[in-house]
């Protein structure tokens, strides 16, 4: 009877000794792994600062060579007699907005008989209020100062094109 006792005692130590083997066995890895990841966040800051000056600068030579798009604190009674106007809400730090931007860009040099005006919700956020922005990126299109049309959300050239055909009877 005494042996089995020992024996058992022996067997709950085993186990013991290899719960905690295998505990020891994967801490090795955890910190491993943690340490990897606290690299890549590392890594990725540093070329993330390094490249910043060449990204803006490049950001800044080409807008240079795009059309100004008006930025508006309101919308004017000269911008509601447009027969077609497209408003942009917009924030400088909405990454969709900075999207959209590009895609506004390129509809804007195509269509020139259509009047975009851009009003930043971070400076004019009673102006967004009141045109019932919710979203960011709101595109609102009006005809003689009727809202005709409003999308919220990042749009594509050909999608934004078949949408203010869509508004503006084009």
């Known amino acids: 009877m005494g042996s089995r006792i020992l024996l058992a005692r022996y067997l709950e130590q085993a186990e013991e000794l290899l719960e905690t083997s295998t505990a020891v066995r994967l801490l090795p890895r955890r910190i491993l792994a943690g340490s990897f990841l606290f690299l890549a966040l590392v890594v990725s800051t540093i070329v993330a600062l390094i490249t910043w000056p060449v990204r803006a600068a490049r950001r800044r030579t080409t807008s240079r060579s795009r059309t100004q798009i ?28 900075l999207i959209l931007d590009e895609v506004i860009q390129q509809f804007s040099i195509r269509h020139d008989n259509v009047c975009i005006v851009k009003i930043n919700a971070s400076v004019s956020s009673r102006e967004a209020t009141r045109l019932s922005v919710v979203g960011l990126p709101t595109l609102i299109f ?20 078949k949408l203010a055909s869509d508004c503006f009877g084009r």
């Open 70 to 97: 008006p930025v508006v604190d309101a919308i004017e009674s000269e911008h509601l007699e447009e027969p077609a106007l497209i408003v942009d809400v917009s924030a400088d730090w909405c990454g969709p907005c």
């Open 142 to 161: 009006f005809s003689f100062g009727n809202e005709v049309g409003r999308h919220a959300g990042t749009l594509s050239v050909e999608n934004l094109e």
